[in-house]
């Protein structure tokens, strides 16, 4: 088993123990994200979970940000471009260059880009049977090597 393959093992085991040990979502969104950043080597990992009124997601918890950059943060979940393609195509989105990125031709960033440390990034639908309830991200500050 490679070592890559050996450190996801060990952290799937990790996460899986304190998830089984307890009930408190705080402490398992925090440990899911940290595991997160370290298992896909990214700056930063973020939680975001669907508000049924406004059919958006919202920032439920975020890991390696700045308070600073976390009012930016938020919008990223109001962003329509984001919450239609996670309900139309449940599936992963990956992102290279959030500048370039074809997807966002059409749809101008919510927030500046000076406030808003994210270039590159990996966002993974969290659905049940019926619908897509939130989005689990990784993040980097610059585009991946």
Known sequence: MGKHKYE???????VSRI???SLDPDKVSKLVLSQS??????????????????????LAAADGFSED??????L???????????????????VDDIHKDGIFKFGRSPFSDEKFPVESFLAVPLETKERVIGALM????????
């Open 69 to 74: 950059e976390m009012d930016n943060l938020k």
């Open 37 to 58: 950043r370290k298992a896909m080597r990214s700056d930063h990992a973020s939680l975001f979970l669907a508000d049924e009124k406004s059919e958006h997601f919202i």
């Open 19 to 21: 998830v089984n040990s």
């Open 8 to 14: 996801a093992g060990k952290i799937l085991l990790e």
């Open 138 to 145: 990784v993040s980097n500050r610059k585009r991946p090597g």
């Open 76 to 94: 990223l979940g109001g962003w329509e471009v984001i919450n239609d393609y996670m309900a139309k195509q449940k599936g992963p989105l990956v």
